[in-house]
């Protein structure tokens, strides 16, 4: 049997806004992006295959609420917006366990745990905003600027199952659906197709 195999990967990622964002203000919507991934493997047996995935970085633009000081507004709080981009880098250790032997296809389960590294920028220009209260009556109060940026390092687990159907005896075609989990519950789904090599 081969001792390596390796892939190049295309798909749609789709994430949860609230596992991406993780900000004060989640929202729990699907937010759909392309993924490129390259992956490389070591069969330790014929069956049981150590693999190891980079994914390319993906970005992500939110907005976030906050509550400045405002003199001018009753309570003398008032609320704003922040722009926040969420760029992504994935690294993905992986157990593959390979069913059947020589046969044209090869169905699979996969589980590991995804490394993300997420480098969030938070921004906002200074300016002026206004907040309506009852009636017509609007306050307008000051803005101070927002740049910071901070990197955030998290483990999810996720399960991958999929096929890899053999064009001759070392190239192969792999359709996979990859299931990450975060805070207790669903929070990544991805739908890949993938090109590899066995050697």
């Known amino acids: 049997f081969p001792l390596w195999g390796a892939s190049g990967i295309m798909c749609f990622h789709n994430v949860r806004a609230s596992e991406v964002q993780r900000g004060p203000d989640d929202f729990d919507y699907w937010d759909g992006n392309a993924e490129l991934r390259g992956?490389?493997?070591?069969?330790?047996?014929p069956h049981l295959k150590v693999e190891f995935a980079v994914l390319a970085p993906m970005s992500y633009d939110f907005y976030e609420l906050i509550s400045v000081p405002a003199p001018a507004v009753p309570g003398g709080v008032g609320t704003t917006w922040v722009d926040r981009n969420v760029?992504?880098?994935?690294?993905?250790?992986?157990l593959t366990w390979q069913f059947f032997?020589?046969?044209?296809?090869?169905?699979?389960?996969?589980?590991?745990?995804?490394v993300d590294v997420a480098?969030?920028?938070r921004f906002r220009d200074a300016g002026g905003d206004s907040v309506f209260v009852s009636g017509n009556r609007s306050f307008r109060f000051d803005?101070?600027?927002?740049?910071?940026?901070?990197t955030?390092?998290?483990?999810?687990?996720?399960?991958a199952f999929g096929t890899k159907s053999y064009f001759n005896e070392h190239w192969f075609a792999r359709p996979e659906v990859q299931l990450g989990f975060g805070q207790s519950r669903l929070g990544q789904v991805s739908l890949r197709l993938g090109v590899g090599r066995d050697f």
């Open 39 to 45: 992956q490389a493997g070591r069969y330790l047996t």
């Open 119 to 121: 480098n969030i920028h």
């Open 87 to 94: 760029t992504v880098l994935s690294l993905q250790p992986a």
């Open 152 to 159: 955030v390092t998290e483990l999810r687990p996720f399960v």
């Open 143 to 150: 803005v101070p600027a927002v740049d910071t940026r901070e």
């Open 101 to 114: 032997e020589n046969a044209f296809v090869h169905p699979y389960v996969a589980a590991g745990v995804s």
